[in-house]
């Protein structure tokens, strides 16, 4: 296994690689695959117009320097997200997570397809996509919702267990999944437990079966309680957000990239509520709204409203854009979409459409969490190249099949998951519904840890790594 680059970070060994996946998994087997075999199982699938038949997959590999000749039992990381690659570890202790896995594991950090290095899908990639399509003859937008519905999780686990097989000799590994990756999980456990000794979950058990619109139906009401009790704990910016929506309601000002800040992305800003220190960030960033000299509300002048600070609004685009991600929206509501089913038909913006409350004229104003809506995919740079495909995409109702419950049901891979009982983005009773439908799961149920426990401190991985060692549910090597 040759490595791209090699070299070192403070208290950690890395190692930089990539292989080479099919775009389109279907009819293949990753086990068949790595033996030489590229014969598909039933008809071919039709190619996507202007795409690829191959992607890179970029991985890490991080281990202790002093421990780098050692024979490790493997961890992999699987991200959340969607549309997040691995974390760039900058030492041992950042992330905080990862200095007590490197105690017992090499681990590997894969960028997800779409993500990272991993033949990265951004706007400007999905337009020329477009733009080869229609020069073959072809739909541009069918062939850019095609290429989004191979970066889901069937995708993504195949191109893991691929990897496992050859590039690591087969061996079985321990899975981490942090939110997003706690999904990915249990599409593993559903197509290839063979390959997975023992899963830690930390706060991302999906409800199976999946429903969007029910995910949102629980989540907007906690976006409602988190909003309310940031106004108590910050009674004074409850005035300062009114004042705020009331003049862009008037007439939406321009950000640094020149997309239009409205009431409707103001809201965004609620997205990291479930985060730990999410409402001292949101006090601090409304503390130098205004360009008055002392950060107060100031009063309108000849009938001008009071000017927005270029601080602020530089803030605010950062913490709203995804030039980064630009899938971490165009796929949140993808991930729910399960096999055969009804049109998701924007699950998120109808939901909020049922609640008054959250109207943009409401006050006081209340903010959305981890929710997209069609307007973005018009006012943002980065996902205007998105939109027609997932116009498509609301509309569809084949998509591949994530989750075996029969499967989960046998599962005898150990699966142990922090449940964060206040968690804002994935419901802890779902959570529990279904973990009591997956044999070999063993739940922990906390409120000391938000959505971010994981990232927030080793404790959560090391509760995890203990829990599962003393019943005899991780390997010794």
Known sequence: MTALARYLVPGLLVEDHSIDVPLDWRGLEPALLALGSTMRRGAAP??????????????????DPARADEDLPLMVFLQGGPGGES?????????????????????????????????????????????????????????QADLLKRLLAPSIVRDLEYLRLTRFEGRRWTTLGQSY??????????????????????????????????VYARTFPRMADKTRRYYERYPQDVERVAALADLLGERPVPLPDGSPLTVERLQLLGSDFGMKPSFERMHWLMDHAFE???????????????????????????????????????????????????????????????????????????FTGEACFPWMFEQCPEL???ARAMD???????FDRVYDPVRLAANEVPLTAAVYFDDMY????????????????RAWVTNEFEHDGLRAGPRV????????????????R
């Open 292 to 366: 008055a000299l002392d950060g107060g509300l100031g009063a309108r002048s000849g009938g001008h409203a009071p000017a927005l600070s270029e601080g602020f609004l530089m803030d605010v685009l950062a913490r709203t854009t995804t030039r980064a991600n630009p899938l971490y929206w165009t796929l949140q509501e993808l991930i729910y979409a399960d096999g055969d089913c009804a049109p998701i038909r924007w699950a998120a913006a109808s939901q909020k459409a049922r609640m008054p409350e959250f109207d943009a004229s409401a006050r006081p104003l209340l």
């Open 181 to 214: 990756g706690g999904f990915l999980t249990l599409a593993y456990l559903s197509l290839f437990p063979e390959g997975v000794c023992a899963s830690l979950v930390c706060g991302g058990i999906p409800h199976v079966p999946g429903d969007a619109a029910e």
């Open 392 to 398: 498509l995409l609301m509309e569809d109702t084949r």
């Open 426 to 441: 994935v419901d802890s009773g779902l959570q529990l519904d279904t973990l009591s439908r997956v044999g070999s799961a």
């Open 384 to 386: 205007a190249p998105f």
């Open 87 to 143: 974390p760039r570890p900058c030492s041992a202790d950042d992330p905080a997570w990862l200095s007590e896995a490197v105690k017992r594991y090499r681990v590997i950090l894969p960028d997800q397809r779409g993500c990272g290095r991993s033949s990265r899908v951004s706007g400007r990639g999905a337009a020329a996509l477009g733009k080869r399509a229609e020069a073959a003859g072809a739909d541009p937008a069918r062939a």
């Open 461 to 476: 991985l090391a509760h995890l790594l203990e829990e599962a060692g003393s019943l005899g549910r991780l390997p010794l």
């Open 46 to 63: 039709a190619p996507i117009p202007g795409a690829p038949e191959s992607i890179k997959l970029f991985y890490r590999v991080v281990c």
